[in-house]
């Protein structure tokens, strides 16, 4: 083909068979990395999310939403820690309670009153699950100017649920201050929200005694509490602590 002639083709906006193929060839050649690096990029941006899921959120522990009063029998002269492991069902069924410690003549009372409290189940995976929460009851001394208190080892249980979840445990303990001139009495339930590295990092009031609250979080917050697990990794969780108040006017230990 003359310069002319292929000048003048080129204009009207024609190009001939092989001029043609040449540029497809280009064309395709330049087009091929874009199509898989674009592929691998949207298998990125929708990886990322589920792997931080998986090593953050992948498990969200169950809560309490609500609680009644726990009763201190006058004939018990008993005083000291109650724990309770609660296997909370999806289905909303009561749930099934283990003792983890025990206080002979409070243990059978506490299980029947906090298997009556309201719960939501953990979720897994974004789903509600079967999940297991740990409810501690200190049932406090009208004359907790002592406050320690020794707690013996939790007992053995089945495995909690669901499958690689430990929750969280305490392992030093004190009693809440029963102020001198106070006439308060009754239960305070706390909410207590445990961060991955086993401190406090929240308390919400579920049953309030307002002269005795303020102590029984002052109490918690004193305590050390080894951090719940999920498959090995420390993770945010719940745990139910209720203070127990008895009369200063009844002596217990």
Not at 167 to 193: I, K, W
């Amino acid at each position: 083909m003359s310069l002319i002639t292929r000048h003048f083709v080129l204009n009207l906006g024609f190009s001939p068979p092989n001029l043609r193929e040449s540029n497809n060839m280009k064309m395709k050649m330049k087009s091929k990395p874009i199509a898989p690096a674009a592929l691998l990029l949207g298998i990125a941006l929708f990886c990322a999310p589920q792997a931080r899921l998986s090593a953050r959120d992948r498990f969200v522990p169950p809560d309490i939403t609500s609680a009644s009063e726990i009763p201190f029998p006058v004939e018990v002269v008993a005083s000291g820690l109650v724990t309770l492991a609660l296997n909370i069902s999806v289905a909303g069924q009561p749930p099934d309670v283990q003792v983890l410690r025990d206080i002979p003549g409070l243990t059978s009372l506490t299980s029947s009153i906090v298997k009556g409290w309201s719960y939501t189940p953990g979720k897994l995976d974004g789903n509600p699950a079967p999940s297991t929460i740990t409810v501690e009851v200190v049932f406090n001394p009208g004359d907790s100017l002592n406050q320690s208190m020794k707690i013996a080892p939790v007992a053995p249980t089945p495995p909690p649920f669901p499958a690689g979840y430990l929750p969280p445990e305490v392992s030093v303990v004190s009693f809440a201050l029963y102020q001198p001139n106070s006439v308060g009495v009754g239960t305070v339930v706390l909410d207590v929200t445990i961060d991955k590295y086993g401190s406090v990092k929240k308390t919400d009031v579920i049953r309030d005694v307002p002269s005795l609250t303020p102590e029984a979080i002052a109490a918690v917050k004193r305590w050390t509490i080894n951090p719940a697990t999920f498959n090995g990794k420390a993770i945010i969780s719940k745990l139910v602590v209720a203070f127990v108040f008895r009369s200063p006017t009844m002596t217990t230990r």
